[in-house]
């Protein structure tokens, strides 16, 4: 087996042994029940706009908008699309869930205004016409449907939504190994750790790159990520 392989393969089970300490968790969340539309829709709308800040200020300010009974119905697409644009802005702002509020405004109304007109106002409707495939769902999204998902359809968002819905709803997808790793910071020094890449890879190079280690074992991509994470926050500690 792959030296590399190897090592990747000890970090995970460090990490499902719990010796690579998990950091708090910044996907902050209202605890919906994971298979409601409600949850689908709170982990998917913020995901669009997740570009060019800190996720963890975005995603606590997410859960500000959900809680504050004047902002919570800019996470229901048929109440977004009563409401004027100046409306919607200012609410976005409220809490700083838009930072960008002309672009992150526009982007949130138009995903709202898709999942209102071809998709019953949820999210799961647009998993169901992918057929809860991830490879489907990638496709749907970037190439057959890209009009409709203004950000989500770039390479890193529409994998950082999927991951994300593998984290925190109750979505059973095929073709899991589809969905790339989401090279962020943390995975990209990671992988520079590990020799997978080099200081200064693109991120689409070490997601193939990792795609390719991956391929034909039975650890996805997107299972690996949140032991980069976890094992780059903890100064690379344990050692493989």
């Keep these: 087996m792959h030296s590399t392989l190897q090592r990747v393969i000890r970090l995970n089970t460090y990490f499902k042994q719990g010796k690579i300490p998990t950091l708090a968790q910044h996907e902050v969340h209202p605890r919906l029940p994971k298979g409601s539309r409600e949850n ?11 570009f060019q800040r800190s ?24 109440k977004v699309v009563q409401k ?8 976005l ?25 071809f998709y019953h106002d949820d999210p799961r409707k647009v998993i ?7 490879a489907k769902l990638i496709q ?19 994998n950082y939504w999927l991951f994300i819905l593998t984290l925190y709803t109750n979505i059973k997808m095929t073709n899991m190994n589809a969905i790339s790793i989401i090279p962020d910071t943390h995975v990209l020094q990671s992988s520079v750790k590990l020799g997978i890449a080099k200081e200064g890879t693109s991120p689409d190079a070490i997601a193939a790159a990792w795609k390719k280690l991956l391929a034909g074992f039975a650890l996805d991509p997107v299972e690996i990520h949140p032991v ?8 690379f500690q344990p050692e493989v």
């Design 40 to 50: 689908y829709l709170y982990f998917t709308l913020p995901s669009c706009i997740n």
């Design 55 to 78: 996720s963890p200020l975005m995603w606590r300010s997410a859960l500000k908008t959900w809680n504050d009974p004047a902002t919570n119905y800019v996470f229901i697409p048929e």
């Design 84 to 91: 004027s644009w100046k409306t919607l802005q200012r609410d």
């Design 93 to 117: 702002f409220k809490h700083r869930l838009a930072v960008q509020p002309n672009k992150h405004t526009e982007i949130w109304s138009l995903i709202s205004h898709t999942l209102h007109d």
């Design 128 to 134: 169901q016409a992918g057929e809860c495939d991830a």
């Design 140 to 158: 749907l999204i970037q190439i057959g449907q890209r009009e409709r998902f203004p950000y989500l359809r770039g390479g890193k968002l529409t």
């Design 228 to 235: 980069l994470w976890n094992w780059s926050r903890n100064n």
